[in-house]
T-cell receptor, first 113, second 116 residues
Framework: AQSVTQLDSQVPVFEEAPVELRCNYSSSVSVYLFWYVQYPNQGLQLLLKYLSGSTLVKGINGFEAEFNKSQTSFHLRKPSVHISDTAEYFCAVRSGGYNKLIFGAGTRLAVHP | DTGVSQDPRHKITKRGQNVTFRCDPISEHNRLYWYRQTLGQGPEFLTYFQNEAQLEKSRLLSDRFSAERPKGSFSTLEIQRTEQGDSAMYLC??????????????FGPGTRLLVL
């Protein structure tokens, strides 16, 4: 079965500092990978996705992620964070034949002034 | 394109009552999914529709849960005889059919259920 591990439950960082949120997945077949962001009391917003092609994918709000097949990782990065980036971030992998997503437990990014 | 919408956004009910949630997917998306998210956790898959056909159900979906998508457009999720453990955020998502574009699920704002 496919699974997703987000290695950090919380990441505190100062404003304008770089950040990396780590995600590892397990799968024996080709995968599609996603990062979603969730603000308090809201649904999930798609940040970026890897479906095929270039392993470096760029998303909204200045985020990017790199698909590393050998390390089965899909880490999310931003070179300079803002207070408004404070939110919960979820890594997800497509599973099965019907597009079911398997999510990690989430990483809470807290940006401090 | 107004995105995925869900109604109600919040629901408080007493244990033992029945509740029903509605999801309206992005127009022309033929795939629809329900997920449940408990506090501090990532969403967990509940069920999946392609058009009106329910093609996959999670073991999380006990006999008290039922989902329908009668005309292949909106969907409803009903919980009968609610229990306190049903308290969660219920998320709906939709995706288009076919190809890589169909791999991306777009989520609604969720319905937060509190069972007292």
């Amino acid at each position: 079965a496919q699974s997703v591990t987000q290695l950090d439950s919380q990441v505190p960082v100062f404003e304008e500092a770089p950040v990396e949120l780590r995600c590892n997945y397990s799968s024996s077949v080709s995968v599609y990978l996603f990062w979603y962001v969730q603000y308090p009391n809201q649904g999930l917003q798609l940040l970026l996705k890897y479906l095929s092609g270039s392993t470096l994918v760029k998303g909204i709000n200045g985020f990017e992620a790199e698909f590393n097949k050998s390390q089965t990782s899909f880490h999310l990065r931003k070179p300079s964070v803002h207070i408004s980036d404070t939110a919960e971030y979820f890594c997800a992998v497509r599973s099965g034949g019907y597009n079911k997503l398997i999510f990690g437990a989430g990483t809470r990014l807290a940006v401090h002034p | 394109d107004t995105g995925v919408s869900q109604d109600p956004r919040h629901k408080i009910t007493k244990r033992g009552q029945n509740v029903t949630f509605r999801c309206d997917p992005i127009s022309e998306h033929n795939r629809l999914y329900w997920y449940r998210q408990t506090l501090g956790q990532g969403p967990e898959f509940l069920t999946y529709f392609q058009n009106e056909a329910q093609l996959e159900k999670s073991r999380l979906l006990s006999d008290r849960f039922s989902a329908e998508r009668p005309k292949g457009s909106f969907s409803t999720l009903e919980i009968q005889r609610t229990e306190q453990g049903d308290s969660a955020m219920y998320l709906c998502a939709s995706s288009s059919k076919g190809g890589l574009a169909g791999e991306t699920q777009y989520f609604g704002p969720g319905t937060r259920l509190l069972v007292l």
